[in-house]
């Protein structure tokens, strides 16, 4: 995605990430990363996604794609 490189069960991983956050909201609001970012269990292939300027856009987008209901095949 946007020249990164993940597969779809990382994507997948992210709902449950979110569920799992690992900072307080306050900090979260504070934070220069995005939230998965921070979390020791983000998948090896999502973790380059961090050093990227649109990291927050692209966890977004990612997250959005993990919670669609669509068929894989018709998300590639």
């Not at 983000?42 to 919670?67: G, H, N, V, Y």
Request: one cysteine or more; aromatic letters at 6%; charged letters at 20%.
């Amino acid at each position: 995605y946007q020249g990164f490189q993940v597969q779809l069960e990382s994507v997948k991983k992210l709902r449950d990430l979110e569920k799992q956050s690992v900072l307080s909201p306050r900090l979260q609001a504070q934070s220069l990363l995005p939230v998965p970012c921070y979390h020791s269990a983000l998948p090896p292939d999502l973790q380059p996604i961090c050093a990227s300027r649109e990291a927050a856009s692209i966890f977004k987008a990612l997250e959005t794609i993990a919670a669609s209901n669509h068929c894989e095949l018709c998300e590639n």
